[in-house]
RNA sequence: UGCCCCGUUGUGUAAUGGUAGCACAGCAGACUCUGGAUCUGUUUGUCUGGGUUCGAAUCCUAGCGGGGCAGCCA
């Protein structure tokens, strides 16, 4: 691979570099993907998948996907649907790579056995507390368990009771034996197995000891032939354990990497904290438009091309990272401005009556559909006496820099004519319900003969001709930047409780009538919207935003505000 | 307070002993029948102190700051 096309650089591509070098692994780069299967994926395991497969891709290597299922209690085949299906979605794939830590279970006691045999493993009668009280702290070294110089044969023996489901639950545990010394906690005799007489997903009833992660992972990683094991940061301090037990057993060597993993500031990331905003239906499930889940960005509009360019573009570090929305936000936009079809939707309704324009005409006037990919051709608006423009189009007592529809003012209607507005009419409550214009029939677009120069173009929808449609506003779901991190609060105080706002009264010109679910468009001046694909109907159709544009008047209007 | 890791503009990330660059955000301007898009310009940075060196973001050292670790979770 040439210097050039190399994707992205850094400390984890120097690494395999390295190893390629010196021939570390013949050559090959194998790596995976290991999520549990006990939530939806989000976008920070969008960054490890991206990363992980993104390095196959890259030096012609291959990525596993593996389910790390070794705890039955709290994993289910739901999360491992959907995980393959977001992986799926994402843009990549695992061929028939499909594998699962529980595949391993009879090689994992296989290899228990051999280190039991090797004096390397034990069998402890200790309770969890008993446990725990001689582990010791950070700061003081741990106590050797009473049971930790049982007899090879009366381990082997233990041991196996324990897998025939000889004992209860919590009774016995298997142990590897290093160090109770260790100022490393992990290497102060780890837990291997413990008796768990739950229903595997995969397994069923065979099993009734489950072997834990630090068991588990690099054997799996060894038995896959995987070279670099790419993990999060908080796992730096296994790797001993890691290298330990694999060299105890003489197997394939993979190496353990660790980055930082990705935080995005207004919202949270552990699956602890997005399960109970599911389970208090804080949010509409996993795939909520809100949630910084795969599922919940697809359904936000999301393209899996942002996303990806949004994880490969924030790089791969060890520094602890918060990564601002606005750069996801900045992502969805790059990529659906070069593809989404434009379309004029009014989200507030105001109308408008042109009075003197004829009576029952309609005029097609010509549209572009995307003016960034002429391929995508142009299209017919019909024009009315009668239209609706946007409530924000107008305003009665205008400030400075205020370009738009005003009394007296002018503005051209896009892809039509320049109106003038003559009169404001109000309820009895003094709401602006209704405008009175005229337009000059020598402004029409494109063949404008008037010579008239307005500062604004705003968009309309023809009155008669509109479809009705439900739109959902989306905005971040906690109103701090660190939701998690607040030592004092907890995170659900941080909600922000106008996160989403229904509008019920959207006029949207006729070409949206039949948009499909998971359609997505953008609305001019307005912002990227989809079709949602779970309430969206024929009849009723909803639509979500995605993200607004870029809107250079709300940040003046913030301005003059401070 | 033991061990491990990390400190580069507001946020991320490059520079691997030789001009501190890029993206987003910000600001200013050009253009515009989307206040969109596009284009141009631009403000802000190597945690601190010592040392090595002709030369240090980079190597050494001391300090300071941040994060992780005491699940039979992963």
Redesign the pocket.
Known sequence: MSEEIKKS???IT?IIDEHLKTNKYQGKVHTRF?P?PNGYLHIGHAKSICLNFGLARDYNGLCNLRF?D??PT?EDIEYVDSIKEDIKWLGFTWDEREYYASDYFDKLYEFAVQLIKKGKAYVDS???EE??AL?G???EPGKNSPYRDRPIEENLELFEKMKNGEFN??KY?LRAKIDMAS????MRD??MY??RFAEHHRTGNKWCI?P???W??GQSDSIEGITHSICT??????RPLYNWFIEELGIHHSQQIEF?RLNLNYTVMSKRKLLKLVEDKIVDGWDDPRMPTISGLRRRGYTPESIRNFAE????????????V??LE?RV??DL?KKAQ?VMSVLRPLKVVITNYPDGKVELMEAVN???DETMGTREVPFTKEIYIEHDDFMEDPPK????LSPGNEV?L???YIIKCEEVIKDSEGNITELRCTYDPE????H?TSGKKVK???HWVSAEHAVNAEVRLYDRLFSYEDPAGAKEKDFMEYLNPSSLEILNDCKLEPYLKDAKKGDKF?F??LGYFCVDTKYSTDENLVFNRTVT?????A??QK?SEQ
Do not use: C, M
């Open positions: 650089s850094n400390f120097e290991p549990e790390d070794t705890n709290k200790s309770s969890a446990i725990k582990r702290t950070p700061t639950e919590g545990v100022p490393n906690l992990n780890p837990i413990r008796i489950y834990t992660y630090d588990a992972h940061l908080e796992f730096e301090n296994h930082a573009g924030v790089g791969v570090a060890k520094r602890d990272n918060t990564i601002d606005a750069l900045f936009r790059e401005n434009r995307n003016p960034e820099k205020y370009f738009r051209r896009r892809y039509a402004t029409k677009s494109g404008d604004a173009t705003i953008q001019e001046r544009l870029r809107d250079t008047w940040k003046i301005n």
